[in-house]
């Protein structure tokens, strides 16, 4: 059974508008979410997080909003640029510091159009 | 620059080899781990280490072992490579803390014939 899903396999949207991309999750004993951003051919590489504790985390263009009664997150990006094309994945973690493995949802493939 | 280091980008075995991933980490990182990526499946966790000669079991450990002599080095052994085993193959490590996120390597494409 997924705890981590990720709904939409892709998303469009064009350049200069925001972006948002969801995450749903079944385990209430995660308290740690994560967002990673991966090119094709490369690494995943570490986006933004945010702790059960707090519902929103900012970062520049990304922010990352927690809703834990709906155990639902979303990563907003804006304004969208063309580099921000590539496969988002949620991350979440049921113990701090995540010793024990992250769980990934399958990703959501972002095309920005110009 | 910090980095986590797969020894190989691609790579092809026949069915039936006995198949050796690297990975080596220069941050001092306590955790350790293997991941394989799938077409719509996402990434899913093969095996953690939190220690020098630890090990855990993720997700799908089945037809995988690993080992991990020294704090920087863990390494994913397929005994018997099987075609089931084409993936992509992503190492990352971590320190143990709520702050920290995982710093991943590029990945090895591992294809079995």
Known sequence: DQQVKQNSPSLSVQEGRISILNCDYTNSMFDYFLWYKKYPAEGPTFLISISSIKDKNEDGRFTVFLNKSAKHLSLHIVPSQPGDSAVYFCAASSRTGGADGLTFGKGTHLIIQP | DVKVTQSSRYLVKRTGEKVFLECVQDMDHENMFW???????????????????????GDIPEGYSVSREKKERFSLILESASTNQTSMYLCASSFTGVDYGYTFGSGTRLTVV
């Open chain 2, 35 to 57: 991941y394989r990526q799938d077409p719509g499946l996402g990434l899913r966790l093969i095996y953690f280490s939190y220690d020098v000669k630890m090990k855990e079991k």
